[in-house]
């Protein structure tokens, strides 16, 4: 009988060696490691050949080690979360669908939500008087070409500046925190409407400071349910270097930072970027073709398409079309998208992802290329919230990856400038 799943109850939990290795974040053979160092006590079940673990021992082994988190599974670092599953076609905040989230929910009551497990109806978030003005005395010395990511990274920084409290990692502050922050930068950027409402909702405000455009009930949903969508995706690579910061204990403005770090590139959050381009290279030429296949014969990816963790649509995109069919404005924006679909599937099996959505949405808005990786930044925070939380509460500096030196032999001589002695 090979080593159990779950391990009978005799006087005590007792775990299987798979799960102790799981506790611990270890692999199995690790765990019998500790038990030949006498660090672990083991047990064999009668009629049983697997061995079996006190569960109070193992998770005191667990807290002097900090050897929980990170681990490896096929090769891969892992680390264990409960904030976003993605599951073959379908994508969930705590076991709730994001599409149903999306479409019941604004951004603010999902966020909350997340971080508290407390639905708030009429949740609104509110920016700090001192912050924001930090930030709008910052972003104003910006060149005049700067653009709404410079923007956002300066607003932080001054942000955080302002906040005398931001080494206080507490829950409650932590969470206070977030509450302002995220309204203060997007308060922070330059707004096209004469008046602007504290009061209004962070979508409202957010999309008077994208486009030009009076926003109609529609198409504010649509933006609103974008947000929600984009609140967390798992271990994305920004969301991977915030926890990193998180594990040294960086205060929560400074792993908003990492995160928009990592974010900046066209593999990740300017990715919306290439795909609002294309739209309007279609919509110019009148075709998807022509442009399809200039970006195949250039050796690219089509933009917009395609999705390592979906075999299928990207749930994301295909909730957020369902709303942009709401929109009138978007139609020749969605018919362009369904054509680079439709002309790339003659080809390759690719399908959308949420950049291409995305790009329906500020293509149709008149919004500039760069605002789906300003909505992705501003969403995405509330998720490294979430995910800074979690690490607070995990053993301080765990993402430590240790090296496979390849360099030189050691010790090597002292190196020579090359330059003889006068």
């Known amino acids: 009988m090979a080593d ?5 109850d005799t006087g005590g939990q007792r775990l299987s060696t798979r799960e102790a290795a ?3 974040g270890v692999k199995p053979e690790t765990v019998y490691a500790y038990v030949s160092r006498g660090q672990l006590t083991s047990r064999r079940e009668p009629g049983a050949r697997g061995s079996t673990f006190d569960a109070q021992e193992v998770d005191a ?7 929980r988190e990170p681990s490896t599974s096929g090769g891969e670092l892992a680390v264990r979360t409960g904030i976003t599953l993605i599951d073959r076609d379908h994508c969930y905040y705590r076991g709730v669908d994001t599409s149903d989230l999306a479409a019941h929910y604004s951004y603010e009551e999902v966020a909350e939500w997340l971080w508290t497990g407390e639905l708030r109806p009429g949740t609104h978030f509110t920016a700090s008087q001192d912050a924001l003005s930090a930030a709008h005395r910052a972003v104003q010395s910006l060149p005049a070409h700067s653009g709404p990511m410079d923007r956002l990274r300066v607003a932080l920084i001054a942000a955080a500046a302002a906040d005398p409290l931001r080494f206080d990692l507490s829950e409650d502050t932590v969470l206070g925190t977030a509450r302002t922050l995220i309204p203060t930068l997007v308060d922070a950027l330059p707004s096209h409407a004469p008046k602007q409402r504290a009061a209004d909702s962070l979508a409202t405000r957010l999309w008077s400071r994208l486009t030009s455009q009076p926003a109609d009930a529609a198409a504010l949903r649509a933006l609103d349910a974008a947000m929600v969508l984009l609140i ?3 271990l994305a690579a920004s969301t991977f270097a915030v926890r990193v910061a998180a594990s040294a204990r960086a205060h929560p403005y400074a792993i908003v930072s990492a995160g928009f770090g990592a974010l900046d590139g066209v593999l990740h959050g300017a990715a919306s970027g290439l795909a609002h381009r294309m739209l309007t290279e279609v919509l110019d030429r009148g075709s998807a073709a022509a442009v399809v296949a200039d970006h195949q014969r250039a050796g690219h990816q089509v933009p917009g398409l395609g999705h390592p963790l979906y075999p299928g649509e990207d749930p994301r995109a295909r909730a957020l079309f369902r709303l942009l069919e709401e929109v009138p404005q978007a139609r020749p924006a969605l018919h362009a998208a369904h054509q680079v679909i439709t002309t790339t599937a003659r080809h390759t099996e690719l399908h959308a992802n949420i950049d291409l959505a995305l ?3 500020t293509v149709s808005t008149d919004m500039p290329a760069e605002a789906g990786e300003t909505i992705f930044a ?3 925070t509330a998720g490294w919230i979430a995910h800074a939380l979690e690490e607070y509460a995990e053993p301080a500096l765990r993402m430590r990856p240790r090296g496979q030196y390849s360099g030189p032999r050691a010790p090597q001589p002292l190196p020579s400038s090359g330059v003889a002695a006068g």
Request: glycine share 4%; hydrophobic share 40%.
């Open 22 to 24: 799981e506790r611990l």
């Open 61 to 67: 082994l667990a807290r002097r080690t900090g050897r």
């Open 232 to 234: 967390d995706h798992d």
């Open 359 to 361: 790009a329906v949405l």
């Open 378 to 380: 501003i969403a995405r």
């Open 4 to 8: 159990r799943d779950t391990a009978q």
